[in-house]
T-cell receptor, first 116, second 112 residues
């Protein structure tokens, strides 16, 4: 059981380039999330999805886009990369809403992005 | 005021001691509270969750919740060097988003 798989694990981008971080889960979870974590900081929510075809903005959505065409996949698109987007990106999924019981998040291993 | 606040530490305790980690939150209506452990360079992993006021014990870990005072804590008994990590408090703050809000984490160092 792979859980949550993120690719790539590491990437260096030049300012202005674009890229997509891939995230896939094989647990049939409805809820999926993208967080970013800056050094020494907690996790900040970028976007989330409560099911295929439904996405919504989180706390820090500017400069990012997402789509959820299937239950399994939740890619994060970075447009016109900026140094402020240098961070570690975590994709996570949960079977139920985090506001209720058993709202445990399962995290991928993270994608470390550097924008130079 | 931050929605979920934690002391960044580091909190240094000797091996075998009790480590006490604290977290306060802003939303009185929050219902679910989670503690995640994150080793350096790794992803967070769930160690405890609590929904009701009082204590919840799981092995060496005890989560304590006081909704009236809006704080949640994590006690680690008989601390081991392998407990050295950053501990993230996460709460379902009512922001209109169905997602957890994380604190900035407390770094724990257990000295052998």
């Amino acid at each position: 059981n792979a859980g949550v798989t993120q690719t790539p694990k590491f990437r260096i981008l030049k300012i202005g380039q674009s890229m997509t971080l891939q995230c896939a889960q094989d647990m049939n979870h409805n809820y999926m999330y993208w967080y970013r974590q800056d050094p020494g900081m907690g996790l900040k929510l970028i976007y989330y999805s409560v099911g295929a075809g439904i996405t919504d903005k989180g706390e820090v959505p500017n400069g990012y886009n997402v789509s959820r065409s299937t239950t399994e996949d939740f890619p994060l698109r970075l447009e016109l990369a900026a140094p402020s987007q240098t961070s570690v990106y975590f994709c996570a999924s949960s079977r139920y809403s985090t506001g209720g019981p058993s709202g445990e998040l399962f995290f991928g291993e993270g994608s470390r992005l550097t924008v130079l | 005021q931050k929605e979920v606040e934690q002391n960044s530490g580091p909190l240094s305790v000797p091996e075998g001691a009790i480590a006490s980690l604290n977290c306060t939150y802003s939303d009185q209506g929050s219902q679910s509270f989670f503690w995640y452990r994150q080793y350096s360079g790794k992803s967070p992993e769930l160690i405890m969750f609590i929904y009701s006021n009082g204590d919840k014990e799981d092995g060496r870990f005890t989560a304590q919740l006081n909704k009236a005072s809006q704080y949640v804590s994590l006690l680690i008994r008989d601390s081991q060097p392998s407990d050295s990590a950053t501990y993230l408090c996460a709460v379902n703050i009512d922001t209109g988003r169905r997602a957890l809000t994380f604190g900035s984490g407390t770094r724990l160092q257990v000295q052998p």
